[in-house]
Nanobody
Framework: VQLVESGGALVQAGGSLRLSCATS????????IGWFRQAPGKEREGVSL????????FYADSVKGRFTISCDKAKKMVYLQMDSLKPEDTAVYYCAASPIYKVTTHIRPHQFDDWGQGTLVTVSS
């Protein structure tokens, strides 16, 4: 399993970014892909989750209505569109993959087996 994130950048509050996660090494339909973030000094937290099987999407309350997860099965890509960004969204963002049966909608890091290297998002005020 390989996961490679891209798209992190410095952006002003209120702005938008789209993160991408290139995936390989597994059957997309059998897996769930999650986005997580970790700010300095804080624990890693779940942001969003998408089922590779049917595209069902789930979000943390902190990003609901502002972030949108999507996927392109043919390209094996997962995206995180982030709008109305806030300084508190500043973090390293990771994508992670796990077999669907191991994952719940609570988007917990311990449910995910394989991780990308992360991409830094900085939101200035």
């Amino acid at each position: 399993v390989q996961l490679v994130e891209s798209g992190g950048a410095l952006v002003q509050a209120g702005g938008s970014l789209r993160l991408s996660c290139a995936t390989s090494g597994f059957t997309f339909d059998d897996f769930a892909i999650g986005w997580f973030r970790q700010a300095p000094g804080k624990e890693r937290e779940g942001v969003s989750l998408i089922s590779g099987k049917d595209g069902s999407a789930f979000y943390a309350d902190s990003v609901k209505g502002r972030f949108t997860i999507s996927c392109d099965k043919a390209k094996k890509m997962v995206y995180l569109q982030m709008d109305s960004l806030k300084p508190e969204d500043t973090a390293v963002y990771y994508c992670a993959a796990s077999p669907i049966y191991k994952v719940t909608t609570h988007i917990r890091p311990h449910q995910f087996d394989d991780w990308g290297q992360g991409t830094l998002v900085t939101v200035s005020s």
